[in-house]
């Protein structure tokens, strides 16, 4: 009889166990996650009213858990309390069908969140295609994946699979601070050859460098250049020691500047990531005011948001900045049902609890 009882006991924790484990498998999935988007108690937009709203902020993606929800109760029991994982420090940000490439500086690689499945990792590759530093990205059609490292002085390139391609420089007399791919060539700012330089996306080899031969204090030089962006005939650089955001065309040749030294609206005290719109409206990064200015194509001031840190929508030490208009499925759940959603704009910020602030350019619905 002990036997038989000692069987039956037996055949009870096997079947339990199985119970267990394949209901494990499925929680692990897609069940066991609740991904609950943030509540605020009321809608941020910019400018506040009575103005008409043009920018609504959305939400913020600090961690893992912001990515892909929280555990389940079972979960939390079996595992323990999940704390995620955190983005440390980030810098740049770029982002291509659905999936965000962000640089962190302490991390030594990269946060890479996939918005369709979703999925949060690091992203820390080993050997040639090992990352030091890595201040800013870019991702172009293909899906490759353009790095520049300040500290290893070169700008590193992954295929569409993260595998490692090429190094752009020799690593010994340049400091990449931004890259950006455009018409088939890869264009990059070097802080200690005060140029951009451009190099071809096919044979990686270096076409020309600007400004050639231009003079220290005169407005084509550049002296401390950070951040790019090339679109519709021209390239903006930010120009950290002159406090301005200088403009060339794509043969290099100098044209004009926006901004300049000051603490007024429309100056510049730290200017660093910019962007531009379809429309030709530049945006631009100042890390100290902590907000962002939008400037139209003639350089006049449209509206600023952000604000030093006080709660969501406000920025801490910001970086970077980007304009997506092929994502918006993943944020509209966030806008305000006023409003449609135009494009998303992402302000990376360096220390604060909102790491990656999401928001929303808006127009009101019309009925």
Known sequence: MKNVHRRNKIKVLVVFAAFIFWWLIFATGCASRIHKAPEYKETIVFPPPPDPPRIQFLTKISNSIDVVGQRSGLMKYVFG????????????????DGVLYIC???LGGMEIIDLKKPDFRYFQPKGRAQLRKPINCDVDERGYLYVADADRKQVVI???NLKFVKALGNGKDSKPTDVKVYKNKIWVTDLVQHQVKVYSKTTYKLIFS????????????????TNLFVADGRVYVSDFGHFRIKIYNLEGEYQRYIGEYGRALGQFVRPKGI???KDLNLYVVDAGFETVQIFDKDGKLLMFFGGPYKGPGDMWLPAKIIID????????KYVDPDFKLKYLIFVTNQYGPDKISVYGFIEPKTE
């Open 158 to 160: 992954y295929d569409q």
């Open 104 to 106: 962190d500086t302490i």
């Open 210 to 225: 600007f400004p050639v031969e231009a003079k220290p204090k005169t407005d084509p030089f550049l002296s401390a250049p």
């Open 325 to 332: 208009y092929d994502n918006l499925k993943y944020f509209e």
């Open 275 to 277: 962007a531009v719109d």
């Open 81 to 96: 309390e999940d704390r995620g994982k955190p983005i440390i420090k980030p810098y740049g940000i770029a982002i291509h």
